[in-house]
């Protein structure tokens, strides 16, 4: 009899809100009833936690029971409450220590016989836990390894109700139980490919190295069978690895989408390439209930990959538009409002028309001039022009491929040590500046601070005149400068990064 | 008789003892009309105390309030209006009780009062 109090995590999006869980056990008639807005999955804690304290040696309250998890306005769902609940109720009779139950943060779902199954989100969970300033977390043996990836955080692994209500100082006889596991996360990412494949295709090569050090999101634009797949796959082969808090946000997301974590954190970039079928709340992310992250959330600090981008739905693609502006998506729902993050890189592929021969020597384009115009017209201007480089993937000649032979091939690893070494200069050269990378350079500082030499973009200003270029255009023309500048190892773009980074955008004229 | 409605007297007794011994005084006793028992009619004070009395050998099959539900509740409720319109001498405010008793063959029985469940 009396009042249990027991901690948990409530997420929403990546942010974790601390959650208290109270239980009353009462004389009354026999009721359990859980209030503090459960979806369905939380309302049914009731079956499982009566079952695991059963099935635990405990005789479950007789009177009439009240859990609240509070704050009551805050939604919660999912199953990851039902081992604070058990706990709460078994500290309200006196079971366990109160003090012990109360101090710590309990994450888990528990299956009918009182084992510990694991959940999904642990890994933001315990994130939430320590920055609420809790010190250690309870969480299934099957969470463990994600859990402990959380530096300076102390997590005691339980596989059963069992082992928890011991750790509190419950006076039972450890039983050994088979712990319940997640699927086993594969051993090894999968294999990228390498730069050095890509044959003939000089300056796609060149692109993606730009792309990957500057930070410009791509669109490739060719026939079928020049390569636009196989140069997008490598560009995060030669991406530098990920910042602690860039694979702790990569390793969150994937814990919350339900991707196995594993034992460490994602040390390189992710890929993300939906199919062309995709909603928009595939790609932004969404659902009723629960909020989970879609394909560019999951994209996060690495590529958002959409081949055959025509084909996708205009909403899916517009959808984009806000999170490659912000870097954030944030998803309203009825219930409550979930943002993620989505700083990832746009590569985009497309053929120049529906049968794709537009364009192309020696082959004929059987498309209506109408059909021709209406197939690109679906890339919206808008994305369009928030996309850097916008480069034509010709087919590969047998004169190129012959004399590829001759020419040296660069290797991931040589274009991923070029990157390093760009990036190294970015950061030096933007040590006090708010953006790191030179996409996101605003315009400005290209146009004051950042201005290349003098005197060298008088082609630029050409273009600009003529109406070639709009301000947005030209703009982005200086960024990918900025990047060539990086890679050259010059201080400042000159007349020759000025030409290259035009050609980088030729695509688009 | 069978052995079910023997402990149910049994249990009926216990309960009437034991709240007799704690200051109620009997007014009646399974009560019935055409809807259904009153197991016992208590006074306490100015309350007049409707009880419904469970009672089980064991736990085996759950405790004997979790047999009291909310339809038996609602069904109580209704036969204390009925057993007021048939008493209209009877004053005071009405309460709805329950009782379990728990006695095992071989034990001394267990029993819980609760005031009010209703």
Request: glycine residues 10%.
């Amino acid at each position: 009899m009396g009042v249990g109090r027991a901690h948990s995590v409530a997420l929403l999006g990546l942010d974790g809100a601390l959650v208290e869980i109270e239980a009353d056990t009462a004389r009354g008639l026999p009721a359990f009833v859980l209030v503090g807005l459960p979806d369905t999955a939380l309302g049914e804690a009731k079956a499982r936690v009566r079952s695991a304290i059963g099935n635990t040696e405990f005789d479950f309250p007789a009177g009439r029971v009240t859990i609240n998890l509070s704050p009551a306005s805050l939604p919660k769902t999912g199953a990851a409450f039902d081992l604070g609940i058990a706990l709460a109720l078994l500290a309200a009779e006196g079971l366990v220590d109160p003090a012990s139950v109360a101090g710590v943060v309990h994450l888990g779902e528990l299956g009918l016989d009182g084992r510990m199954r694991p959940s999904r989100g642990v890994l933001p969970m315990v994130l939430a836990a320590e920055r609420a300033g809790f010190d250690t977390v309870l969480v299934p043996a099957g969470n463990a390894d994600e859990a402990a990836l959380v530096p300076g955080m102390r997590v005691v692994s339980v596989a059963s109700l069992r082992d928890a209500a011991i750790w509190h100082g419950a006076e039972l006889e450890h039983l050994e139980v088979e712990p319940l596991l997640p699927a086993p996360a594969p051993d090894a990412e999968p294999e990228l490919g390498d730069l050095a494949d890509v044959v003939g295709n000089r300056d796609a090569v060149e692109a993606v190295q730009v792309a990957a050090a500057g930070g410009h999101h791509m669109f490739l634009l060719g026939p079928p069978g020049a390569g636009k797949t196989m140069i997008a796959a490598r560009l995060p082969g030669i991406l530098p690895d990920l910042d602690e808090r860039a694979a702790l946000e990569v390793s969150s997301i994937r814990s919350l989408a339900g991707i196995p974590v594993g034992r460490s954190l994602a040390t390189r970039p992710p890929l993300e390439a939906p199919h062309h079928s995709a909603s928009s709340a595939a790609i932004v992310g969404g659902g009723s209930g629960v909020i989970r992250p879609g394909a560019a959330a999951r994209a996060a600090h690495g590529i958002l990959f959409l081949d055959e981008a025509p084909e996708f739905a205009p909403t899916a693609l517009d959808s984009l538009r806000q999170p490659l502006e912000s870097g954030v998506i944030t998803i309203s729902r009825v219930s409550a409002t979930a943002s993620f993050p989505a700083r990832f890189q746009l590569v985009l592929a497309a053929n120049p028309c529906p049968c794709g021969n537009a364009g192309v020597r020696d082959a004929e384009c059987t498309c209506t001039p109408f059909a021709r115009r209406r197939y690109l017209g679906r890339l919206s201007g808008p994305l369009l022009d928030r996309v850097d480089i916008q480069l034509d993937v010709p087919r590969v000649t047998a004169a190129q491929l012959r004399m590829a032979a001759e020419a040296p091939v660069t290797t991931s690893d040589a274009a991923r040590a070029r990157v390093l070494e760009a990036r190294a200069r970015t950061a030096a050269r933007l040590a006090g500046a708010p953006w790191r990378l030179n996409a996101h350079a605003p315009g400005t500082w290209l146009r004051t601070d950042g201005a290349p030499h003098p005197g060298s973009t008088a082609s630029l200003d050409r273009a600009l005149e003529r109406g070639a270029l709009t301000m947005r255009g030209y703009d982005r023309v200086l960024r990918i400068a900025w990047t060539l500048a990086d890679l050259d190892g010059v201080d400042r773009p000159g007349l020759e990064q000025i030409g290259r980074a035009l050609y980088l955008r030729k695509a688009a004229t | 008789m069978a052995a079910k409605d023997e402990l149910g007297r049994r249990g009926e007794r216990l309960a009437e003892q034991y709240l007799e011994a704690r200051g109620y005084r009997l007014i009646e006793r399974n009560w019935r009309c055409r809807h259904g028992e009153i197991d016992l009619v208590m006074r306490g004070g100015d309350v007049i105390a409707f009880v419904e009395v469970k009672t089980r050998t064991s736990t085996a099959f759950g405790h004997p309030l979790e047999a009291i539900t909310p339809v038996k509740l609602a069904r109580m409720r209704r036969l204390a209006g009925l057993w007021r319109e048939a008493h209209p001498d009877e004053r005071g405010r009405i309460r709805i009780d329950a009782v379990a008793v728990l006695a095992p063959r071989d034990h001394a029985p267990s029993i819980d009062h609760l005031v009010g469940v209703f």
